[in-house]
């Protein structure tokens, strides 16, 4: 339609130049309504409805629907994706606080937590989780209460655990578990490290935007039957991979998935820690999963 007003008013003007002789009085009215038409055309341009282009990448099976080429948070700058900066999530600073509780020899442990954000949910069945979870059935074992009192903190059997820095999401053996994307990540995921840590583990590593700076966490899944075949160091992951299966390697007979999400602290070197060292207070800072799970 804009297209078809500007060539009506070049073909008026066209017009006018040929018609050099013409009275004046007329070619000044055919002026007018060549300004006009121009006028118009600029106002039906701005105001016409833009077209949203997503770039999707082939899907691999027919019916599957397509893979974006980039993760969110990111944009597409030749072969590589560049991060861009949220205004959503400009403020968004997860701060550290203190709390402690007394272990299972009665001493004084103190460590820092990130609590959950006032304005996340509480249920955890509002985010995304590794494996499924049936509406109707309690798969919630024990949540995140380092934030809490030491008196409110989770207690074990005879004190064998004492607080909980994850969630523990009850799930039939076997169960598939699979990876997660974070809110505000960048790039892929990748894995840093399987072995034993909460009975058989995998521990993945994400980078995630916060505040004005790009911050690296670390995802825990414990207590697996198995981890999936194939995993190591370094190697990437998209969401959805296979990751294990549920189990109760480390806890026996309490057949469940522990979720963990800890962040590195300033300085540490996310990619060079040792399973042994993912969960130290001086190099990670356990934070609520809450804060960083994707909403449903």
Known sequence: MVTGIIRTALERWAIVNLASKMDPIVRGALLVALIAALSRAGELRQHAPTTRIVLTRPSASA???????????????????????DPNTSNLLLTEEQNA??????????????????????????????????????????????????????RGAELRAVGHGGVDLAAPRGTEVRLILLENQVGDAEVLEVGHLFGNSVVVHHTLREGSTLRDYLV???????????????????PGALLGYVGDSGSPGIVHLHLEVRRAREGIDAEGLALGQVTQNAKTVACDPRNVLELL
Do not use: M, W
């Open 220 to 238: 825990i899944y414990g207590h697996l039957q198995s981890a999936a075949p194939g995993l190591a160091h370094g190697q990437p992951l998209k």
């Open 63 to 85: 019916g599957a629907p397509a893979e974006a080429p980039c993760p969110r948070g990111t944009l597409p700058d030749g072969n590589v994706c560049v991060p861009v900066p």
């Open 101 to 154: 509780h007394h272990d299972r020899n009665g001493r004084l442990q103190v460590y820092d937590q990130i609590a959950r954000r006032p304005e996340r949910p509480t249920d955890f069945r509002k985010y995304r989780l590794p494996i499924p979870v049936p509406a109707d059935q309690a798969v919630i074992g024990s949540g995140y209460d380092l934030d809490r009192p030491d008196a409110e903190q989770r």
